[in-house]
């Protein structure tokens, strides 16, 4: 896996919409891409993925407020965050979709970007 910038994150009140990109280096490929979040001392939670003909899944907590899409063109993925929820503040991240702590080890991670929502 190649250089993953995130981008994006803010504060708002709950009830706001932010949107977060996934900006991946030249010749990394964006076939298969998930967004993870962790809240303080949490462990990386899976919120959504999309595959490269397009199907999503989405984590039941943000089903119906949470869109991931991608932009082969940008090399980029995004994930449109509506009708944020204090649950919701947590760093954000995207990389290569995978549930198994030990496949997650040996990924890069990039910085993320931090969302916190505020009642």
């Known amino acids: 896996q190649g250089h993953l910038v995130e981008s994006g994150g803010g504060s708002v009140q709950a009830g706001g919409s932010l949107r977060l990109t996934c900006t991946a280096s030249?010749?990394?490929?964006?076939?298969?891409m998930g967004w993870y979040r962790r809240a303080p001392g949490s462990q990386n939670e899976l919120v959504a993925t999309i595959t490269s003909d397009g199907s999503t899944t989405y984590v039941n907590s943000v089903k119906g407020r949470f869109t991931i899409s991608s932009d082969y063109a940008k090399n980029t993925v995004y994930l449109q965050m509506n009708s944020l929820k204090p649950a919701d503040t947590a760093v954000y991240y995207c990389?290569?979709?995978?549930?198994?702590?030990?496949?997650?080890?040996?990924?890069?991670w990039g910085q993320g970007t931090q969302v916190t929502v505020s009642a």
């Open positions: 030249e010749g990394t490929s964006i076939d298969g």
């Open positions: 990389n290569e979709p995978t549930t198994n702590d030990d496949e997650q080890r040996k990924l890069y």
